[in-house]
């Protein structure tokens, strides 16, 4: 996978985005999954985005998660918990866009989600096992599953 934002060969076009998996621990409810929302788009999903020209992937994801949630968050390790593709058409647009996101797991360090930006109206907490519920892609509730299991092994083991 190549670190320009986008390339393009034969009408095709592949582009990449960053995002994460933001979470907490709360006390005996467990773990808790920030999703940012649409309802009106009936979308909840995971916060993300595309690069700005010369970010590696983990820059665009501490960025755009900044900018769409209000908090400042630090990546845990240093491989995402996950990656997904998918491929859309850009109405208007000849080809198809090819779509790789990469989800990183993070914890807040700071902010505050009342200065979020305008991208999406909703970014709230919510309990790992409703986020997933929640979800409009199954491709994302697959990632947040995947951190939920990783989190839950790392708890078991202290
Ligand atoms: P970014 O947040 O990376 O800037 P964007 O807002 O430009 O992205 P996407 O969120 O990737 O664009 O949405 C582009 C198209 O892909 C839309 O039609 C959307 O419904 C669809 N889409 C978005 N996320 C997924 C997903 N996880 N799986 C499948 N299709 C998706």
Redesign the pocket.
């Given at each position: 996978m190549g670190r320009r934002p986008v390339s393009s060969r034969d009408g095709v076009r592949e582009i990449w985005?960053a995002g994460g998996v933001v979470y907490r621990r709360a006390g005996d409810s467990g773990l808790e999954v920030m999703l940012v929302a649409r309802p009106r788009e009936r979308l909840w999903?995971l916060p993300?985005?595309?690069p700005e020209p010369g970010e590696s992937i983990e820059q665009t994801a501490l960025r755009?998660v900044s900018e769409e949630t209000g908090l400042q968050v630090a990546i845990d390790g240093s491989e995402p918990v996950g990656s997904?593709r998918?491929t859309?058409e850009v109405p208007g647009r000849p080809g198809r866009?090819y779509?790789v996101?990469h989800h990183y797991l993070m914890q807040p360090t700071g902010g505050d989600l009342e200065r979020h930006d305008g991208e999406y109206d909703l970014v709230e907490w919510y309990d790992a096992h409703e986020a997933c519920k929640r979800m409009t892609?199954p491709?994302?509730r697959a990632i947040v599953e995947r951190a939920i299991e990783a989190l839950n092994g790392e708890e078991a083991a202290r």
């Open positions: 985005s999903a993300k985005g595309k755009e997904i998918y859309y866009v779509k996101v892609y491709n994302e």
